[in-house]
Nanobody
Framework: QVQLVESGGGLVQNGGSLRLSCTAS????????MGWFRQVPGKEREFVAA????????VYADSVKGRFTISRDNTKNTVSLQMNSLNPEDTALYYC????????????????WGQGTQVTVSS
């Protein structure tokens, strides 16, 4: 069964840090790019970051560049998102996704999605 499971969300103060993790079943891992998206109620799902299967290429949204870092460990089927200097605008439900498409910044570029983990940044 295809599964992506996120963890690491929570409540953090303005300026704080969190590390999100996503563990994937093998079927959704081998050869797949991995991405993180976020969504707030009433808004479209927003691209945050993505990483190639090899880990050699990463892409970030302008809003998180320099603050967030995506990484992956192919021996553990995990992808992580280190989030530093968080601010209230980062509050959202964060989703992990995997796919073989080339449209990394679009939700349509991914085939599999996790259930999401909530990140709340207090002001």
């Amino acid at each position: 069964q295809v599964q992506l499971v996120e963890s690491g969300g929570g409540l953090v103060q303005n300026g704080g840090s969190l590390r999100l993790s996503c563990t994937a079943s093998r079927r959704t891992w081998s050869g797949y790019a991995m991405g993180w998206f976020r969504q707030v109620p009433g808004k479209e799902r927003e691209f945050v970051a993505a990483i190639a299967w090899s880990g050699g290429t990463t892409v970030y949204a302008d809003s998180v560049k320099g603050r967030f870092t995506i990484s992956r460990d192919n021996t553990k089927n995990t992808v992580s998102l280190q989030m530093n200097s968080l601010n209230p605008e980062d509050t959202a439900l964060y989703y992990c996704a995997s796919g073989r498409g080339t449209g990394w910044k679009l939700p349509s570029g991914y085939e599999y999605w996790g259930q999401g983990t909530q990140v709340t940044v207090s002001s």
